[in-house]
């Protein structure tokens, strides 16, 4: 995914495709600025170490990101 692409995500739960294959679940909001960080339910610190934000190069290794649930959509469905 490009930033452009990342900053235009709606805040909410995906389901998230890896280019290398396999998926995981993570969650997509905001920062002070606007740009999206973008935290995996499977990464765990003790710092925010695992929050990517717009910036960094791990959105290159997403395929697609499926919006899974948000404020107004608890529940979407998963077409791939």
Not at 28 to 40: C, D, I, Q, T, Y
Request: glycine content about 12%.
């Amino acid at each position: 995914m490009t930033t452009e692409e990342t900053n235009e995500l709606p805040y909410g739960i995906y389901k998230i495709y890896w280019k290398g294959g396999g998926h995981t679940l993570g969650a997509v909001g905001g920062l002070h600025n606007g740009k999206r960080w973008l935290a995996l339910t499977n990464w765990t610190s003790k710092t925010a170490d695992g929050i990517a934000t717009s910036k960094q190069k791990i959105w290159n290794l997403i395929r697609k990101m499926v919006l899974v649930c948000d404020s107004n959509n608890f529940f979407s469905e998963d077409k791939d």
